[in-house]
Nanobody, 122 residues
């Protein structure tokens, strides 16, 4: 029901904009979050966006806020994660998930999609 795409191999300083497409659910009723999991590490929260796209939360780690921007298009049932000034430490599998309220932990998200690999070479 959720499918992330748009990852890739880029160089440090480049940009990427992964997207998360939803199907089979009432998209505008869900908060959508992005998580990432680096090799050998736990999955961590990156950003989340509220139902109407007004409320946005970002992780405090990795200086994501200011480099990453989450947005959504409810007409297209899609959420985007614009990533700028990418660093090697941003390398991870990025996954999107849906929740019925604004939450930050993976366990509180109900639906998950397959991730997309983002690799940043230094």
């Amino acid at each position: 029901q959720l499918q992330a795409s748009g990852g890739g191999l880029v160089q440090a300083g480049d940009s990427l904009r992964p997207s998360c497409a939803a199907s089979g659910l009432s998209f505008s009723d869900y908060v959508i979050g992005w998580f990432r999991q680096a090799p050998g590490k736990e999955r961590k929260f990156v950003a989340a966006i509220g139902w109407r796209g007004v409320t946005k939360l970002y992780t405090d780690t990795g200086k994501v806020k200011g480099r990453f921007t989450i947005s959504r298009d409810n007409a297209e049932n899609t959420v985007y994660l614009q990533m700028r000034q990418l660093k090697a430490e941003d390398t991870a599998i990025y996954s999107c998930a849906a929740a019925t309220s604004m939450v930050l932990t993976a366990a509180e998200f109900t639906y998950w999609g397959q991730g997309t690999q983002v690799t940043v070479s230094s």
